[in-house]
């Protein structure tokens, strides 16, 4: 008997600007990811190819059937839809998804749709500097709604955003070009505030238009150990999940900041601007499940905010932290984990502490929409991808997920990152997650040929039986 239910989801994932290419082709606009991606292109691929998805998208979704996938999660380009991002919608974007969408069902696969994946389009950078307006907010319930009413009667798992909590603390991914820190982290702020009022009003608005419609956020989990049993680093552990996650899961659930995110906001002197009515929206809000992203653990020691700073924060960059942030901790390495070469800690047993950990917090269902192992795979003479790295990793964190549902978890499916290769966000095509092969390199497209890797055999089995043969 496996531990898994009858209806478990087993599926992969993507993103968009990630996969698609077909960059600026029938009048899709340019997104915030294609710009960032366009700096880099003299060094690594960019987002105008990508995994050439735009004209591939038929024979992928042959090869997700033959995987035996009942859910795909991908993200439509808001770009693509709206291209300058709050005008005119263009037929041929809204088209395109059709067929992808009509395709998958067709094929026994169940269209799971994130809204925005990292893309803003990037008119409304250049218009309002994207989400630091609040106009930015009604572009997006604007599109929301497009989309829901294209596509709902087909699409029933919604997920507004990929990853808010990360989004907001890469400035490239949100425009934020202000050097000075305390400024940076007031539009900061304000860009969080709008996101999570555009995240209530478009899930008001799925339970409004799609006829059962299921919608809900993914978020990028953090599971942080402290590095000694100094309560001091419990509590800088406890501190980097709690301003980096859980803060966003509260706002979500219960739609207002805690008292330790506000008191963080006050003492910074950031409180973005609240209006009147704000409340109400947020408080309809709630989604219907939570999926999380998870691919690694942390761990970190206490590391004292600065007292010349004062509003008693400071503010770390370089290498000390895996990203901006302020005070409190040091991201620090867990000897008793193995990092993959591009650093993460890998950690099977920090999934079942995340999904045990959220479970008991907010009691919703949840899935996970990204899991997976980036490598710089080689095609082999022998014409295929030898990845048992990959495997292992996928085992032991799918078996970890079958003793989360023992521990009485209500986990609905898991879905890893990634289908087949894509753009990686820093390391472009060097650094693979996929199933399924892409023959590219960064600067040479190569016949962009489809193959499967040896994970994609081993997965369909662990799909065939419902995750038995893991037993
Ligand atoms: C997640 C993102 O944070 O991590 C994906 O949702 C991303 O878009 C993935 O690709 C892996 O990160 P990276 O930097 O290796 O591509």
Redesign the pocket.
């Known amino acids: 008997m496996s531990r898994f239910p009858e209806t478990f989801l087993w599926g992969a994932s993507s993103?968009a600007f990630?996969i698609e290419g077909g960059w600026d082709e029938d009048g899709k606009g340019m997104t915030v990811a294609d710009y960032n991606s366009f700096k880099r292109s003299d060094r690594q691929a960019d987002s105008k190819v990508a995994s050439d998805f735009y004209h591939h998208w038929q024979e992928d979704i042959a090869l997700m059937k033959e995987l035996g996938m009942q859910i795909y999660r991908f993200s439509l380009s808001w770009a693509r839809i709206i291209p300058d991002g709050d005008g005119e919608v263009n037929p041929k974007g809204v088209e395109f998804y059709h067929r992808v969408i009509d395709c998958l069902i067709e094929n026994g696969i169940q269209p799971f749709v994130t809204l925005y994946?990292?893309d803003l389009p990037y008119a409304l950078v250049e218009k309002y500097n994207g989400w630091e307006d609040r106009r930015c907010i009604d572009a997006f319930v604007k599109y929301a709604e497009v989309c829901f009413k294209e596509y709902g009667d087909q699409v029933k798992y919604w997920q507004v955003t990929?990853?808010q909590n990360?989004m907001i603390r890469v400035d490239e991914r949100m425009n934020i070009n202000e050097p000075d820190p305390w400024k940076a982290d007031k539009i900061r702020a304000a860009m969080d505030y709008h996101m999570f009022l555009a995240h209530a009003r478009a899930t008001k608005l799925c339970h409004e238009i799609v006829k059962d419609g299921k919608i809900g956020p993914?978020v990028?989990s953090t599971c942080t150990y402290p590095l000694t049993n100094k309560p001091e680093d419990v509590w800088a552990a406890k501190m980097n999940d709690y301003m980096k996650t859980v803060y966003c899961l509260d706002m979500h659930y219960y739609g207002k900041y805690s008292g330790l995110y506000m008191r963080y906001l006050k003492e910074r002197d950031i409180v973005p601007e609240m209006l009147e009515g704000d409340e109400e929206i947020l408080k309809y809000g709630r989604p219907d499940y939570i999926a999380f992203?998870y691919?690694r653990t942390l761990c970190a020691s206490y590391l004292p905010a600065d007292e010349e700073h004062p509003a008693g924060m400071r503010v770390y960059r370089g290498n000390e932290v895996d990203f901006d942030q302020y005070g409190w901790c040091r991201d620090e390495r867990n000897t008793n984990l193995q990092a993959s070469e591009?650093g993460a800690q890998i950690d099977p047993m920090g999934l079942r502490i995340v999904l045990n950990d959220y479970w008991s917090r907010y009691h919703l269902p949840m899935i996970i929409t990204?899991n997976?192992l980036?490598m710089a795979d080689t095609l082999t003479e022998d014409g295929k991808v030898h990845d048992p790295y990959r495997i292992d990793y996928i085992r032991e964190h799918i078996r970890a997920c079958g003793d989360a549902i023992e521990d009485g978890v209500e986990l609905m499916g898991y879905s890893p990152?990634?289908f087949e290769d894509?753009?990686?966000?820093?390391?472009g095509f060097r650094?693979r997650?996929g199933f399924v092969y892409i023959n590219r390199e960064d600067m040479d497209l190569k016949d962009l040929a489809r193959i499967k890797k040896d994970s994609y055999y081993w997965y369909q089995n662990v799909i065939k039986t419902n995750g038995e043969v893991l037993d």
């Open positions: 993103s990630q994946h990292f990929n990853e990360l993914a990028s992203n691919y591009y990204e997976g980036g990152w990634s894509l753009l990686s966000s820093h390391q650094k997650y």
